[in-house]
């Protein structure tokens, strides 16, 4: 009989969450990343996915290419290309992390995946509760503009209240008309 793996066991979802990257405006996970949070090797990891390379397009895994890695090193998101361990990693979308449970057979892939798909929907959440933040800061900001304007303007009315008229001043002697 298989062990039950626990969500207890399993890497907090928080931490799965940092592992998520944005790479050619998509969210992704390194190859890497996902052989850990599965305990198997990375290289057994490429190779399944290599003998089932026709469930993975381009949309659900891509292999990075030496400029983007570069940019990484130099962005701080990985410490060097050694990390990576010499090959060029593969960088799974969320539909790719699905496929993965079919390709990697086992109750850790199954609970992992589970928890990876929870950690890519509360990022949605997030990402979109910011936005939502976003958009109240933006639209106070423009009423802040609009009352600045109202105050500018009431101040202006209120100075040339307070300053007495100008009255034409008379002439001093005699004026013959």
């Known amino acids: ?21 944005v790479i050619r405006n998509q969210k992704v996970i390194l190859d890497r990343d996902l052989a850990v949070l599965y305990g198997v090797e990375t290289r ?9 390379i026709k469930r993975f397009p381009e949309d659900f895994m891509f292999i990075l290419t030496q400029k983007e890695i ?13 990390y990576l361990g010499g090959a060029k990693p593969m960088a799974f979308t969320e539909q790719g992390v699905a496929m993965l449970s079919s390709v990697l057979k086992s109750e850790r892939a199954i609970e992992v995946n589970i928890l990876i798909m929870r950690a890519f929907v509360k990022l949605r959440e997030i990402i ?3 936005k939502k933040v976003e958009e109240k800061l933006k639209e106070l900001e423009s009423k802040l503009k609009e009352h600045d304007e109202q105050i500018i303007q009431i101040i202006q009315v209120i100075n040339q209240l307070i300053s007495s008229p100008e009255r034409p001043k008379r002439k001093i002697g005699f004026t013959v008309d």
Do not use: G, Y
């Not at 626990?6 to 940092?18: A, F, G, R, Y």
């Not at 057994?44 to 089932?52: D, F, G, H, I």
């Not at 570069?70 to 410490?79: N, T």
């Open 128 to 130: 979109s509760s910011h």
């Open 70 to 82: 570069d940019l990484m090193v130099s962005h701080f998101v990985i410490p060097s290309k050694s």
């Open 44 to 52: 057994t990891l490429k190779q399944a996915v290599r003998r089932n």
């Open 1 to 21: 009989m298989k062990k039950k793996i626990s969500n207890e066991s399993l890497i907090p979802i928080e931490s799965v969450i940092s592992k998520i990257l």
